[in-house]
């Protein structure tokens, strides 16, 4: 597998932003980082990806470190709708461009 | 409105007996997959498949087993060589397979009494 590792949960006051660490110290120059999250017994749905570059869309930001040995997704402003379970997955051609769930971070967002 | 959808939403049956899990999807995508979820645990992929008429096993393949006939169709089997086929099982697809996103469908939670 390729292994990243994310603390088991996070906590975040509504309207503030909140920063989701991974580490990921065994990337290759090939893999890419994806985020996905997923609701409470919802499929994961997609929240952004990069390989070397800082990345941004509608849902969030995408910082990653110059060693590539760590990144940070950035929610730029937590609502309660943000509540979820955040995975942190390197997709590497050396395991076929499969992806590998490890067990994430659950974000609680207190009102 | 393009999607996947994964039938039913609810499933239980007696030990020793096969279920099939639907899933079909209208995104015309080449790639999709199977994943289990058992709780407090992340997503492990069963078997995926690129084209029509082609899949791969993915890490836990053992007592599952798929089909894909037509590109918007990718059932699952459980059969009875499963040894704990309880879980959530959820069915995504990709454009084609590698690093493109996958869009996951609502899943399917299977209980075997």
């Known amino acids: 597998d390729a292994k990243t590792t994310q603390p088991n949960s996070m906590e975040s006051n509504e309207e503030e932003p909140v920063h989701l660490p991974c580490n990921h110290s065994t990337i290759s120059g090939t893999d890419y980082i994806h985020w996905y999250r997923q609701l409470p017994s919802q499929g994961p749905e997609y929240v952004i990806h990069?390989?070397?570059s800082n990345v941004n869309n509608r849902m969030a930001s995408l910082a990653i470190a110059e060693d590539r040995k760590s990144s940070t997704l950035i929610l730029h402003r937590a609502t309660l709708r943000d509540a979820a379970v955040y995975y942190c997955?390197?997709?590497?051609?050396?395991?076929?461009?499969?992806?590998?769930f490890g067990t994430g971070t659950s974000l609680t967002v207190i009102p | 409105d393009g999607g996947i959808t994964q039938s039913p939403k609810y499933l239980f049956r007696k030990e020793g007996q096969n279920v099939t899990l639907s899933c079909e999807q209208n995104?015309?995508?080449?790639?999709m997959y199977w994943y289990r979820q058992d709780p407090g645990q992340g997503l492990r992929l069963i078997y995926y498949?690129?084209?029509?008429?082609?899949?791969q096993k993915g890490d836990i393949a053992e007592g599952y087993s798929v089909s894909r006939e037509k590109k918007e169709s990718f059932p699952l089997t459980v059969t009875s060589a499963q040894k704990n086929p309880t879980a959530f099982y959820l069915c995504a697809s990709s454009i084609m397979e590698g690093f493109n996103e996958q869009f996951f469908g609502p899943g399917t939670r299977l209980t075997v009494l």
């Open positions: 498949s690129q084209i029509v008429n082609d899949f």
């Open positions: 995104l015309n995508h080449d790639a």
């Open positions: 997955i390197l997709l590497s051609p050396d395991t076929g461009n499969q992806f590998y």
């Open positions: 990069g390989l070397t």
